[in-house]
Every structure is written in C-alpha cells, then in structure tokens.
C-alpha cells in the first residue's frame, strides 16, 4: 500500500522557520521524483520544490532562496526546509511522488499557518 505521510507542520511566526518531513512507503521511493506542492485557502495547488532521483532541485520564484528540499532515500524521506517564512506562505503542504507521469501519488498535507 502506497503511503506519503506528511509532518512537521503547524503555527509558525513571520521570519520563523518550519522543516517538513514527508514518509514514503509501498513503492520504489529512490526511483520517483519528489515534489512539495502547496495550497492556500481558494487557490490552486501550486509546485514549490521538487527533487529528482539525480537529486537536481527546482524551486518556485514564490520560495527560491528560502527553500530548501531534500530526500534520503535509505530512509524513503524527503524534507522541506523553510526559512524565512512569510504570511503569504499560509497553506496545506503536500508531498507528491511522480515517476515519468506514469505513476503519481500523493499525501493527506499538512498545514502550514505562518502568522504573529
């Protein structure tokens, strides 16, 4: 059974920092990419930040710079750590697997709420 298990989210201050840690299980983890996507209240799920099985990166303008993803594939997690973090960074952060388009999967998210 496929799992992508989301964690680390929660209320955090403006200029604070929050690491994200998703857990996979139930398919070939070091073979997918692995992306974060977020979703505010009345938008759309948006990339953010994503990894490949080469661990090449990319980044949303929205987080470049603040953003970093990683994945440890002996332990099949990958991590979201944001620095910086801003009211507009407000939003349920989902893990999401890919492989070539063929196989995709995704996580329940977790919430994300930056504010004083």
């Known amino acids: 059974q496929v799992q992508l298990v989301e964690s680390g989210g929660g209320l955090v201050q403006p200029g604070g920092s929050v690491r994200l840690s998703c857990a996979a299980s139930?398919?070939?983890?070091?073979?997918?990419?692995m992306s974060w996507y977020r979703q505010a209240p009345g938008k759309e799920r948006d990339l953010i930040a994503g990894?490949?099985?080469?661990?090449?990166?990319n980044y949303a303008d929205s987080v470049k710079g603040r953003v970093t993803i990683s994945r440890d594939n002996a332990k099949n997690m990958v991590d979201l750590q944001m620095n910086n973090l801003k009211p507009e960074d407000t939003a349920v952060y989902f893990c999401?697997?890919?492989?070539?388009?063929?196989?995709?999967?995704w996580g329940r998210g977790t919430q994300v709420t930056v504010s004083s």
């Open positions: 999401n697997a890919n492989k070539l388009g063929w196989y995709e999967y």
């Open positions: 990894i490949t099985t080469t661990d090449s990166t």
């Open positions: 139930g398919f070939p983890f070091s073979t997918y990419t």
